[in-house]
């Protein structure tokens, strides 16, 4: 009987330890925003988790920008805002790897889809914006995240070096280049290299 009330306690200490990592759904929205350029972020929509950990929308927005805050499972920070027409691409991801599909299987999932038309792809280049960093955290003090580092992915689904003058690896640390091309999830690259402290 002690044994079972021990586990009991350790499950329910566990369960609100879990539930504890969760934002309030207010520092959520504003760590969310913070990866969106500033004259976007008040009108834009951000996706946030509930208390049982589940993907919700915390705010619908009215601009061309959706953002998500940082998961709180995840192993480094990273908060991200992306275009809307971004999303049916960025929800097929979701519901994949939901299912337990791993990163190749999204990506020939998804690359079959598009090719077949059923994954509505944009027809003009479309820009992800990334917000991360493995000491990143929100401060409540300051009203934002600190020690965290921006990275830009512009994706130009079927894209490729001939059609687009960019080479397939920097040619400089942190230079433009473009990654899985000719294919839906073309897109090109800019991670600013790490400032030194």
């Known amino acids: 009987?002690?044994?079972?009330?021990?586990?009991?306690?350790?499950?329910?200490?566990?369960?609100?330890?879990?539930?504890?990592?969760?934002?309030?759904?207010?520092?959520?929205?504003?760590?969310?925003?913070?990866?969106?350029?500033?004259?976007?972020?008040?009108?834009?929509?951000?996706?946030?988790?509930?208390?049982?950990?589940?993907?919700?929308?915390?705010?619908?927005?009215?601009?061309?920008?959706?953002?998500?805050?940082?998961?709180?499972?995840?192993?480094?920070?990273?908060?991200?805002?992306?275009?809307?027409?971004?999303?049916?691409?960025?929800?097929?991801?979701?519901?994949?790897?939901?299912?337990?599909?791993?990163?190749?299987?999204v990506y020939d999932i998804r690359e079959a889809e598009a090719k077949a038309g059923r994954l509505k792809m944009p027809d003009h280049p479309t820009t992800l914006y990334i917000l991360y960093g493995k000491d990143a955290r929100y401060d409540i003090s300051q009203g934002k995240v600190i020690n965290a580092f921006y990275r830009w992915v512009v994706y130009i689904p079927w894209a490729t070096p001939e059609s687009t003058g960019l080479p397939t690896s920097p040619m400089v640390e942190g230079g433009p280049w473009i990654m899985n091309p000719g294919s839906h999830k073309a897109h090109i690259m800019i991670t600013p290299p790490w400032p030194v402290k």
């Open 1 to 105: 009987m002690k044994n079972f009330i021990l586990i009991f306690i350790l499950l329910l200490v566990g369960e609100t330890f879990a539930q504890n990592l969760i934002p309030s759904k207010e520092v959520q929205i504003a760590i969310a925003l913070q990866a969106a350029p500033e004259n976007k972020r008040s009108e834009a929509t951000v996706y946030g988790y509930d208390e049982e950990g589940k993907l919700i929308v915390l705010k619908k927005g009215t601009n061309e920008f959706i953002c998500i805050t940082n998961n709180p499972n995840g192993i480094t920070f990273s908060a991200a805002c992306y275009h809307k027409d971004l999303e049916p691409f960025m929800a097929r991801g979701r519901v994949l790897k939901a299912e337990g599909k791993n990163s190749k299987e």
